[in-house]
């Protein structure tokens, strides 16, 4: 990836990776020492920041069939945006040229459900606490989950000036972990 790509071209990519996703049972992408050497000297380019839960079955470079630095990652107990996260994306996109940013949420959050049915002690409450301020009265997982994740979406569009940037777009969706398809907004 040698020049940037459009917000469009990238969520294209991203759907097109899904649909693959959904089909196989191996994520065959570039990995290869040639790839990591390359990128090593050039640098990355990846095509989309993916902002999302830090659950071990959500993978986003296996879930959009991608390899090496195609995908700046970001990841965080559910999903969650503060200054570290606002930071990442910032960099992404005005260093480099990330144009789509997807807030990735996910089915069976456990951050999700211990905002819901819990009342967690320690750092895990900074997480829920956010959360909770997302999803204000929702019961609904899936619900409160789309709450969540619109809420993000919204903080990173308010605190930066990146979406004044050449088309950076800035969207959420749902990864659904048993269907392994990604709901786009």
Same mark, same amino acid.
């Given at each position: 990836?040698?020049?940037?790509? /459009? ?20 994520? +065959?992408?570039?990995? /290869? ?6 990128? &090593? ?8 920041? $993916?902002?999302?839960?830090?659950? /071990?079955?959500? !993978?986003?470079? +296996? ?10 990652? !970001? ?16 960099? &992404? ?6 144009r789509l940013v997807v807030v990735l949420g996910h089915t069976h ?14 750092? !895990? ?6 959360i909770s301020l997302a999803i204000g009265d929702e019961t609904d ?12 979406? /919204? ?14 777009? $800035?969207?959420? &969706? ?12």
């Open positions: 990836m040698d020049q940037i790509m /459009s917000a469009k071209t990238a969520l294209e990519r991203l759907k097109t990776g899904n649909e693959a996703y959904l089909a196989v049972a191996r994520n +065959d992408s570039d990995i /290869s020492p040639a790839l990591r050497e390359k990128t &090593a000297k050039e640098g990355q380019h990846p095509y989309a920041v $993916i902002v999302t839960c830090s659950d /071990s079955r959500v !993978i986003p470079e +296996d879930i959009f069939m991608a390899g090496i630095g195609e995908l700046f990652v !970001i990841r965080v107990a559910g999903n969650v945006i503060d200054n570290h996260q606002l930071g990442s994306v910032e960099y &992404a996109a005005s260093h480099l040229g990330c959050c456990g951050a999700i459900d211990a905002a819901l049915h819990h009342d967690p002690e320690g750092y !895990i409450k900074f997480v829920t606490d956010e997982a899936l619900k409160a989950c789309w709450k969540n994740v619109e809420r993000s979406v /919204s903080l990173i569009k308010d605190s930066l000036d990146i979406q004044k940037e050449d088309d950076v777009r $800035i969207l959420g &969706a749902v990864y659904d972990i048993e269907t392994g398809r990604v709901e786009f907004e």
